[in-house]
């Protein structure tokens, strides 16, 4: 196993704690202890684990992706996964509808939103907002989308050597209630 910030402060002469203040980059330390316990971080190659990081925050910072549109399920393994006890602090659905049943299923489970997990949608559709809580949701300029998309379709047919193209569309963060309280967004 590699150094800890134990082994570091022992070597530095310095509390765990002021190594831990120099680590965060929070508080105040003074400049030459600084300098001192960065070059022994430096020179020991120190990084910090990601779970003793987890564990001082209180907070995992794994985000689950739905990716399908089925409706929700417990006996896929996938959904019971993420809904079902997997430490996620933040679940991503690819369209409204899937969050609106992300949603209720997470009620079923006790799991309140946004305290114990977020939930965002994508495509901001009229539901989202009208939902319980109101829907975080990435919204997707439709019509704006078809026209590019259909510009593309003809400039293509007109020049069938012409090669793919990629155009890209601004989308919009909606926030709402659904990821306010965990600071994901």
Do not use: W
Not at 6 to 18: C, E, F, H, M, N
Not at 27 to 54: F, H, W
Not at 86 to 97: F, L, S, W
Not at 128 to 155: C, Q, T
């Amino acid at each position: 196993m590699g150094i800890t910030i134990k082994d570091i402060a022992q070597i530095a002469g310095v509390s765990t704690s002021t190594v831990s203040l120099i680590i965060s980059g929070k508080g105040y330390v003074s400049g030459d202890t600084r300098e001192k316990v960065r070059k022994i971080i430096d020179e020991y190659n120190y990084r910090p684990l990601r779970s003793a990081r987890q564990l001082a925050s209180n907070k995992t910072g794994n985000i689950g992706f739905i990716i399908s549109d089925v409706h929700l399920s417990r006996s896929e393994a996938f959904y019971s996964r993420i809904l079902l006890g997997a430490e996620v602090e933040a679940v991503i659905c690819v369209n409204d509808t899937t969050a609106l049943g992300c949603l209720q299923q997470l009620r079923e489970q006790s799991r309140r939103i946004p305290e114990d997990i977020a939930v965002i949608g994508f495509d901001d559709n009229y539901y989202a907002s009208v939902m319980h809580p109101p829907l975080s949701s990435i919204y997707v300029p439709k019509v704006e989308m078809g026209m590019a998309a259909m510009k593309l379709l003809k400039e293509r047919i007109e020049n069938r050597k012409q090669l793919c193209q990629t155009r890209v569309i601004p989308v919009k963060l909606v926030v709402r209630e659904s990821s306010m309280q965990n600071h994901i967004i």
